[in-house]
């Protein structure tokens, strides 16, 4: 399955991009949302682009290399703040967009160890050349180690049977493949939920784990706030419950003033959320089944002093 960018004309509308102005496409994947940021973008607009992932990357360099407006830069969003500080943009940037989680390349690429759909190595890294697989975290970790990934990130209430049987497992062999940590889950996990393999939860978590991914989230919207200029929008594209908690949680702290033990205010709100979460229409849904659990935020930085 290509990749199809999700919410797409909600998250340019959402950006509300100017033609001169500097924006950052944090999850670059395959360009869908990139490429049509840079449609609406003159001669002096900028577009930086960024991903950990050396395949995206390679993808970029490809497509969109060649010009002279965008800068690509081989990292994650959580570096976003720091890379654009060297380049002298924090509090120059009119719009940020995060679009979390996997896309639909990964999913579909064996190699990648992401789906138990299909049958490959335990990886489940963004970037194969850093930190553990996810094979390599459940060869060495302790059941109840294991069991606290899956529940906090992965809300998996067979939790703790399926990392006894994962250690259980290891001392015949390690798990190496995703089919034999799929067939494992399956034949411990009581009963099945309809529409919804035994795994799924389970895969979630370890790649979570793996990744980083709400630490990088976390850091990334705080640099977001950080870049961006006076009335400069953030859009973030979330796909499940634990990565929207945080993001609606971080919006809404950064929406309110910093008050003292006494109610003084000690430093003035740097959000302000602007309208409500937008998800999928029945249209787009029908074109592409995976964006069924996407939700869009939108934020603007304010100006300083303003309301």
């Not at 995206?56 to 990292?75: F, K, L, S």
């Not at 979390?100 to 759909?117: C, E, K, N």
Request: charged share 25%; net charge neutral.
């Amino acid at each position: 399955m290509s990749h199809v960018p999700v919410l797409l004309d909600e998250a340019l509308e959402a950006l509300a991009i100017r033609a001169d102005g500097v924006y950052v496409d944090g999850t670059f994947g395959r360009g869908g949302h990139a490429a049509r940021i840079l449609q609406c973008l003159g001669p002096a607009g900028r577009l930086h682009v960024f991903d950990r992932d050396p395949q995206a990357i390679a993808v970029a360099q490809e497509r969109m290399g060649g010009d002279a407006r965008v800068v690509i830069h081989p990292a994650s969003f959580a570096e976003m703040a720091p890379r654009l500080d060297a380049l002298g943009l924090v509090g120059r940037v009119e719009g940020v967009l995060l679009d979390i989680g996997v896309s639909s390349p990964q999913l579909d690429d064996a190699a990648r160890g992401f789906s138990f759909m299909r049958d490959g190595p335990l990886d489940m890294r963004m970037n194969p050349a850093e930190g553990s697989s996810a094979a390599d975290f459940l060869a060495h970790a302790s059941a109840e180690a294991i069991a606290d990934v899956l529940w906090r990130l992965g809300e998996e209430r067979h939790s703790r049977r399926i990392a006894r049987a994962i250690v259980a497992r290891r001392e015949q062999a390690p798990l190496r493949r995703t089919r034999e940590l799929a067939e494992l889950i399956a034949a411990v996990v009581p009963g099945r939920e309809i529409g919804k393999h035994p795994a799924t939860r389970s895969f979630q978590a370890l790649r979570i784990h793996v990744n980083g991914e709400l630490e990088a989230l976390e850091r990334g919207l705080a640099g977001a706030v950080q870049v961006l200029a006076p009335e400069g929008r953030l859009a973030v594209i979330s796909f499940h419950s634990l990565e929207d908690r945080i993001v609606k949680r971080f919006m809404r702290d950064a929406s309110r003033p910093e008050l003292d033990l006494l109610g003084r205010e000690t430093a003035p709100a740097q959000l302000r959320v602007l309208g409500k979460p937008r998800m999928p229409g029945e249209d787009e849904l029908t074109r592409n089944p995976r964006a069924r659990s996407a939700v869009l935020r939108v934020a603007s930085r304010r100006a300083e002093g303003g309301q």
